[in-house]
Structures are given as structure tokens and as C-alpha cells.
């Protein structure tokens, strides 16, 4: 037996100890006629309705109370037994009334292990970062994700998953984006809601975070994120409000920055005016970890729950609220209130009705899962002279650098999952938050050379340029890696750490036949660009990263991965050419202008400066090569249908995403001239054609009017662009709209 399935053995048999709990649950079921809201009959309203009127005081105080799930020095503290110890948090139940434990676990690539913790690390499958599931622009493919990290969940103890990240990447430089779905509303709503979707069909909650303009990591804690209503409203505020019509999220976690000067966690127009009065939201909202700052005006502005005790500076919802609530600061249908959103979207998903059972896990499965999502999401930004995919011409090949001998890099933080087998590279990066840098054990180098077909390959570490140009010159290809560590809590610089461009440099300059793969999560600037013969983005690939790479780098499957984001040509092109903030003053209060941009997000804005992009947003090569035909506007009852034809005409099977970008004829009266409209992921073969209908969501033809709360369209001509990527259009149409008006709690079919 490998080392890998023993491990996988001992996890089951380690898990099934605790099944006694879940037990003792599912009998706490049975009891229906005394506790008639344990009746799955009953609809989630009725039940949470019912579970309110019995509970105490005490009980309900109980649930609106979170702890952090694991041990900590400063302040010392230690979970209840009962908690999963390393875990992100732990909500106690009430055995009384059949209420379950909320178990918490980070994140959006698969189950963490908060690295304060004194217990051994789960190890777990890991999704390729965020940012890459968004690349792959096909929203079954994070579908199928989610589901099998929300199955790790729910085999590992926990009924909350902290997933769903949708901050939009205002800045490149924001050192989350890699757990985010990119830059554009729709991609990322859709992308990050068909993720969420999947973890809850697995009986459990998902939020969905950081609620909202959490757009840098550099003062996070405290830096005010400037903007007025419509512009959040039409970037943003519409990427959550896609996601959570796609998903429905149990909860929504506020984050830690403060927007327009107010606390996120304490913000009445972003807690109870958009999100449950504008958009109807039933779920209930939980702070971040340390983002409570207050007990009356937080709950009073729609905080729910108060996450992880210890991490704020006081236990806000315990005793203060108990008291608050008890002088009328906080009203108590309030209280009522945060308790029965808590409960409601228990019921909703399922917890009350089935009891988390720790389990064993198919690893070898989900590998098959995390290895399609990365292999969709790894982008070919550039192909020259027939590079890639790997040819059987080449005799020697080079594989330098990032440690592509023995694995792939992923992204650190309270979403780090710890690799199954343990770590590629031991002792890297920070001993405490957000480390360690975690290599998972999946080489690149290994798995390239199983596909080998008479080529040799050789590798070298990189930490001598002279020495790796020496071999890239004495080799027929070369492979070099760069790479660029991302980590919650620090933003980093667009250009590669540790002197990278000066060996990517080097050894393209000694052979024009190179491939420069990127690691990284986001974009950087590429100063080698011209020199390297091939470039590939596979951002953090996750458990089975080198086995995608290889299968993308050698052809076995298309390269179909597109920019969810833009890759800058330099940091002056951006909103902010400097982040604002001071990392070395993290207590520090700041303030970030993002009405300077407003909507025009990323590619909106620079197609609105007519700035030229490294890389634009949208863009990928395929093995295959693609035509688009016919290009139809249909408007039926006011809604705009655009149609056309993709047609393979390479010689191999390929998948290509085409994009439909709308804006104003003429280009004026949008934050920018045009918007992503619409996208589909087709897998054609060589020859075969398919025709593509994409309905445009009325939101992305208007503009939002704070004043009266409506999305408006003006009357008159739009032109519909279809292209490859948001600057490759390979067709127009003009379309002519009639004017609407939609209410601000207007949903998307
Ligand atoms: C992060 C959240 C995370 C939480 C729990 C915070 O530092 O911002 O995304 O879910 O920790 O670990």
C-alpha cells in the first residue's frame, strides 16, 4: 500500500470516533412531535419561527456567539472539546432543542487547518486557487469543485464552509485575489456562485465573503474603501448579488475594512439596506475573523453573528449584547430576528436534518476533480513558432526553477490547505501567519518526464541564473518556472520576487525556444515577454497542479483557460500606480479613493483610458483555433438574446470560451464603453460547429440610479461585441433598446 492510501486509511479510521455526536444528533430527530421543528415538512420559515419562540434568552445569545476553533497563546485560549480543533470556528448547539454545533472551516480551495493549530494539519484535496477555477470560465467545472471540497467538508466534521470569495480585483497587486473570481461582476457571480452551489449540495452552509470592497490587504483592518452607491452597485456590490441569486449562501461574512469611514461589520446601508432590504437576502451575516467593533451598532446595523472569540478586541455579542438587549440599546425582536436568519438557514441547508458524519474520503477521486479545474483554468498567453504543445522533436529539455522537480506552489493564509502527504518543500516562508509557503507534492518535473517520448530532461534549481542560461542553451526547449507567493494579510508587487526576471531573462536570452510557466495569483509584469517563445499562466494548480501542466503542456488536453483578470504592462497603467496604506502601520487608518475608477473595474478601465494591457482580460490560446459566424441579436418582452455560431476549424478537439461584450453605440454613459454581457465554454471537434444563445442580464444594459433606486436603460442604439477575448472582437452588431426601468430587488431568471 502507498504511503498516500495508508494515510487515507488511518484518516477514516481516526474519523470514525466521533460519529457518537452525529448520533446523538439524528435521534434528537426523531422526537418530531415534541420538537415539531425538527418536521422537514415544515417549511425553513415555519421551523425557524417555531425554534425561536422556545428557546431562552441564554440560547438564543448562544447562537449569535462564535469562537475560533483552535488553541491560541495571545490571549490564551482553548477551544471546547466539542469544537474541531484547527478549525477557523465553532458555534455551540443546543442539545436541548436538537440544535447542532456550527462546525466552521475555511475556504474556497478545500478544507484549511488554521496554522495556530497544536494538532496535526487534516491533510485535504485542494482545488487550484480561485482566481483559476475562474479562468476556466465554465461554471460546471466549479460546480463539480465545490461539491467535492463540501464533501471533504462534510466527511471532516463541518456543517459551515468559509468559502465564496467574491471581492472583485480592483487592484493586481491585492493579495487575495488568487481565493477571487477576477475582475468582471458576471464572471465572478457566476463562477463563485456555481462554486457555493456545489459546496451546499453537501448539506451544508456556505458564505459567501468578504462583504464587501475588501480590495487590498494592506491595512485591511482598518483602511476605508471610498466609493459612492452606483458605482458600487454596478461593480462589486453586482458580482455578490449574481453569486447569491446563483447560490443562495446561508451567510454572508462582512469584512474587515470600514467602506465610506464605517466599519463594514457595522454598516447599515451594506448589512441591512442592500443586502437584506434591497435584495431580500434571509440568510444571516457573520463578521470575519476580528471584524466586530462594537455590540448596539453592529447588531443594529444587521450584524447576525459575531465570529471567533478571541479574535476581537471584546466579546461584543456575549455579555455586552446580552446587556444591550436588556436595556433596549438592541431591540429584542432584533435578537429574534439574528436568531432566526442563524436558524432559518440551518434548516435551509440541511444541518438540523442531516447531521454532519465524519468519514472517509475518496482522495484518489477528487484528485480526478481538482486536476480537471486546473487543467481548464491554466492559460497559454503566448505560442510562438509552434512551442507548445510539447513536441516530440525535442530531445533535451531543461526544467528550471520553483521547486518544478518536486511540486506546485499554492497560496497561503487561513484558506491554506495542507497537502496529503505533506508538504513538497519544508521550512519556507514566515514561521507564523500567513505562513508556511506550501509547495503540494504534485511535480511538474515527474510528470512531464512520464509523458517523455524519447526526450530527456534535465533540471536545474535556478538559484544561479549563469548556470541555468548554460543548460538552456545546451538543451533543444526549455521549461522555466516562475513563480510569485500570494498571501491573505500582505498585497505583493507585480514584479517576481527574488530576482526571477533576471533568470527568466537569462536563460530565454541563451534559447529562444523557451517556455516561461507562471505560478502566481494574479497578474505581474513580464519584462522577458518578448523574448520567451511561450508563456503560461497556471496560477495555483492545487493537489494534482503538476499533472494538469503536464497534460496542458504536452497537449494531451487543449489549453482552454481565459484572463478572468488583466495583466497590466506596468503598475502607472493602474487606478493607483501605489497602493494606499502603509504595511509597516497596521493599526494606521487610510483611506482608498475607488471612485477614481468607480465601475470601470480592470478591463473597463483601461478600455476607458485606452490603456494597452500586457495581457487583456478574456484572453487564452487553444491548441485548436476557432471561427464565429452569424452573429444575431434577438430583443423578445424588452430582453436581449444574442446568438452565433463557433466552429472548430483546427485539427484537434479543442475548447474555446467566446465573450459577448455590450456598451452604448457611440461609447458614452457607462463607466466604461463596454461590459462583459455573456460567455460560453463550448468543447468542439476538430471540424464541429455549435451554435451559442447568451440572454444578457437587464442589469448589465443599465445604469443604477441611487436616488430612485432603480436600474435604468436609456433608449437607443447599443452595439454588441463577440470576441476572444475583451480586446480580440471578431464581429458587431447594433441593436436598438427601448428604455426600462427594473426595482432595485430585481432578480435574474
Ligand atoms: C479571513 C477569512 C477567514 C477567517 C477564518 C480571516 O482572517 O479573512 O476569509 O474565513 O479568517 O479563518
Redesign the pocket.
Request: hydrophobic share 40%.
Given at each position: 500500500m502507498k504511503r498516500q492510501q495508508m494515510r487515507g486509511l488511518a484518516m477514516a479510521l481516526m474519523l470514525t470516533t466521533a460519529l457518537p455526536v452525529a448520533v446523538a444528533h439524528a435521534q434528537a430527530a426523531h422526537s418530531v412531535a415534541a420538537k415539531p421543528w425538527l418536521n422537514p415538512k415544515l417549511s425553513p420559515d415555519q421551523r425557524a419561527d417555531l425554534i425561536v419562540a422556545q428557546m431562552t434568552q441564554d440560547e438564543k445569545l448562544t447562537l449569535v456567539f462564535g469562537y475560533f476553533g483552535s488553541n491560541q497563546e495571545k490571549p490564551k485560549f482553548t477551544p471546547a472539546p466539542e469544537a474541531r480543533m484547527g478549525s477557523?470556528?465553532y458555534i455551540p448547539g443546543i442539545p436541548r432543542l436538537g440544535v447542532p454545533p456550527q462546525w466552521e472551516t475555511?475556504?474556497g480551495v478545500g478544507v484549511a487547518t488554521?496554522r495556530e493549530s497544536s494538532d496535526p494539519y487534516l491533510e485535504r484535496t485542494s482545488l487550484p486557487a480561485g482566481i483559476a477555477t475562474a479562468a476556466t470560465w465554465n461554471p460546471e467545472v466549479a460546480f463539480k469543485g465545490g461539491a467535492m471540497i463540501g464533501s471533504e467538508a462534510r466527511s471532516s466534521g463541518f456543517n459551515v464552509q468559509?468559502a465564496g470569495g467574491v471581492n472583485l480585483a480592483r487592484d493586481p497587486r491585492n493579495g487575495r485575489n488568487f481565493e477571487y473570481g477576477g475582475e468582471d461582476p458576471l464572471l465572478a457571480g457566476t463562477m463563485v456562485g456555481a462554486q457555493i452551489r456545489g459546496i451546499q449540495s453537501n448539506n451544508i452552509i456556505s458564505t459567501i465573503?468578504?462583504w464587501a470592497l475588501n480590495g487590498q490587504e494592506t491595512n485591511r483592518m482598518t483602511v476605508s474603501s471610498n466609493i459612492s452607491d452606483s458605482a458600487a452597485r454596478m461593480s462589486d456590490f453586482l458580482a455578490f448579488e449574481f453569486a447569491i441569486e446563483k447560490s443562495n449562501p446561508g451567510s454572508v461574512?462582512c469584512a474587515?475594512n470600514r467602506i465610506n469611514s464605517t466599519y463594514a461589520c457595522e454598516s447599515q446601508w451594506l448589512l441591512n439596506d442592500v443586502l437584506k432590504k434591497d435584495w431580500g437576502y434571509k440568510g444571516y451575516v457573520m463578521s470575519?475573523?476580528g471584524a466586530t467593533h462594537s455590540t448596539a451598532k453592529a447588531a443594529n446595523a444587521g450584524l447576525d453573528q459575531e465570529s471567533?472569540y478571541t479574535f476581537d478586541k471584546e466579546p461584543f455579542f456575549g455579555a455586552p449584547l446580552k446587556e444591550a438587549v436588556a436595556k433596549g440599546a438592541v431591540p429584542q425582536a432584533r435578537l429574534d430576528d439574528m436568531v432566526r436568519r442563524i436558524t432559518r438557514s440551518m434548516f435551509v441547508h440541511g444541518l438540523f436534518d442531516h447531521p454532519v458524519v465524519k468519514g472517509p474520503i475518496d482522495f484518489a477521486a477528487h484528485g480526478k476533480i481538482t486536476q480537471a479545474d486546473a487543467e481548464e483554468g491554466i492559460v497559454l498567453l503566448k505560442n510562438e513558432h509552434g512551442l507548445l504543445p510539447l513536441a516530440g522533436q525535442a530531445r533535451k529539455i531543461a526544467v528550471i526553477g520553483s521547486h518544478a522537480d518536486v511540486g506546485v506552489l499554492s497560496g497561503g493564509g487561513?484558506s491554506q490547505v495542507f497537502p496529503i502527504g505533506g508538504a513538497a518543500v519544508k521550512g519556507l516562508g514566515p514561521k507564523g501567519f500567513p505562513g508556511p509557503i506550501v509547495y503540494h507534492p504534485s511535480s511538474p518535473l515527474k510528470a512531464l518526464q512520464a509523458r517523455a517520448k524519447g526526450a530527456t530532461y534535465v533540471y536545474n534549481d535556478g538559484t544561479d541564473p549563469a548556470a541555468a542560461a548554460k543548460l538552456a542553451a545546451e538543451s533543444d526547449l526549455v521549461i522555466v518556472f516562475g513563480h510569485q507567493w500570494a498571501a491573505?494579510s500582505a498585497d505583493y508587487s507585480l514584479t517576481l520576487a527574488d530576482n526571477q526576471d533576471a533568470l527568466i531573462d537569462a536563460v530565454a536570452s541563451a534559447n529562444p525556444k523557451t517556455v516561461v510557466v507562471l505560478e502566481t495569483g494574479g497578474a505581474v509584469l513580464m519584462p522577458w515577454a518578448n523574448k520567451a517563445g511561450a508563456i503560461v499562466e497556471a496560477w495555483f494548480p492545487g493537489t494534482n497542479g503538476g499533472e494538469a501542466l503536464a497534460r496542458v503542456l504536452t497537449g494531451e488536453v487543449d489549453a482552454s483557460g481565459r484572463l478572468p483578470v488583466t495583466f497590466p504592462a506596468s503598475a502607472d497603467q493602474l487606478p493607483r500606480p501605489t497602493i494606499d496604506g502603509d504595511a509597516s502601520q497596521p493599526e494606521a487608518f487610510f483611506d482608498t479613493n475607488y471612485d477614481i475608477e468607480g465601475a470601470a473595474v480592470g478591463y473597463k478601465w483601461f478600455d476607458k483610458k485606452g490603456l494597452t494591457p500586457l495581457f487583456p482580460f478574456g484572453h487564452g490560446l487553444s491548441y485548436a483555433s476557432f471561427a464565429y459566424s452569424g452573429l444575431k441579436t434577438s430583443v423578445v418582452k424588452d430582453q436581449l438574446t444574442v446568438s452565433f455560431v463557433v466552429r472548430n476549424t483546427g485539427k484537434v478537439a479543442g475548447k474555446d470560451t467566446p465573450q459577448v461584450y455590450v456598451g452604448p453605440k457611440g461609447g458614452k454613459g457607462w463607466e466604461a464603453p463596454r461590459r462583459l454581457a455573456g460567455f460560453k465554454k463550448v468543447a468542439l471537434a476538430p471540424g464541429a460547429a455549435t451554435t451559442v444563445s447568451v440572454a444578457v442580464d437587464p442589469r448589465l444594459l443599465s445604469t443604477f440610479d441611487s436616488k430612485a433606486k432603480t436600474w435604468n436603460r436609456t433608449a437607443g442604439a447599443y452595439e454588441v461585441s463577440l470576441g476572444a477575448s475583451s480586446r480580440d472582437v471578431k464581429a458587431k452588431a447594433d441593436v436598438t433598446l427601448a428604455a426600462q426601468k427594473l426595482p432595485v430587488s430585481y432578480k435574474g431568471q
Open positions: 477557523a470556528g475555511d475556504a488554521q468559509l465573503k468578504h461574512m474587515y470575519d475573523w471567533a487561513s491573505e
